[in-house]
């Protein structure tokens, strides 16, 4: 079966540094793979995702993340964070549209 | 466009009590329906999920059942809450007619703290 893990379960970055949040999949097949980000007391939000085709993927917020398959990842980067990016984000994987693993999560905090 | 209700925001009850959480979903037809729960610093739980009217899908034992009377209402239920079933409760839905990437959107959420 498909899963993810996210690597981190904080990361804390000034506002206007790079942000990196890292996530590996593990599937025996090609994946779909997304990104999820959920602000405080509020549902998730889908930031990007994965299907087939170009890697790098390009998603809302300047938020991008680039599918690598040699080193099973699919991280998540912003060149540089904005206070309003404080959140929680979500890695998540499937194969079938019933079965969608999501990683643990990470916080990510900006300070001023 | 489609939109996802839940409600109610929140809720306390008491452990022993019912518990009824309604999910609808607006704008789009014959979706797959999901509920999560969410437990305080924790990732999210599938607990139940549905393809269709009536057809209902189980991930983990509990005491709670879930519902799906019509095409877009989703409905989490309880008997007898537990302390442990306090947490952030999320519905979900996703269609290969929108999209075949299997992509889940969710709703707002339903605060729930058992006391």
């Known amino acids: 079966a498909q899963s993810v893990t996210q690597l981190g379960s904080h990361v804390s970055v000034s506002e206007g540094a790079l942000v990196l949040l890292r996530c590996n999949y593990s599937?025996?097949?090609?994946?779909?793979l997304f990104w999820y980000v959920q602000y405080p007391n509020q549902g998730l939000q889908l930031l990007l995702k994965?299907?087939?085709?170009?890697?790098l993927v390009k998603g809302i917020n300047g938020f991008e993340a680039e599918f690598k398959k040699s080193e099973t990842s699919f991280h998540l980067t912003k060149p540089s964070a904005h206070m309003s990016d404080a959140a929680e984000y979500f890695c998540?994987?499937?194969?079938?549209?019933?079965?969608?693993?999501f990683g643990a999560g990470t916080r990510l905090t900006v300070k001023p | 466009s489609q939109t996802i209700h839940q409600w109610p925001a929140t809720l306390v009850q008491p452990v022993g009590s019912p518990l009824s959480l309604e999910c609808t979903v607006e704008?789009?037809?014959?979706?797959?329906l999901y509920w999560y729960r969410q437990a305080a610093g924790r990732g999210l739980q599938l607990l139940f999920y549905?393809?269709?009217?009536?057809?209902i899908s189980s991930e983990v034992p509990q005491n709670l059942s879930a519902s799906r009377p019509q095409d877009r209402q989703f409905i989490l239920s309880s008997k007898k809450l537990l302390l442990s079933d306090s947490g952030f409760y999320l519905c979900?839905?996703?269609?290969?007619?929108?999209?075949?990437?299997?992509?889940?959107?969710f709703g707002p959420g339903t605060r729930l703290t058992v006391t």
């Open positions: 549905s393809v269709g009217i009536g057809q």
């Open positions: 599937s025996s097949v090609p994946p779909y």
């Open positions: 994965y299907t087939t085709g170009a890697t």
């Open positions: 998540a994987v499937t194969l079938n549209n019933n079965d969608m693993r």
């Open positions: 704008g789009t037809s014959n979706p797959n």
């Open positions: 979900a839905w996703s269609s290969l007619e929108r999209s075949p990437s299997y992509e889940q959107y």
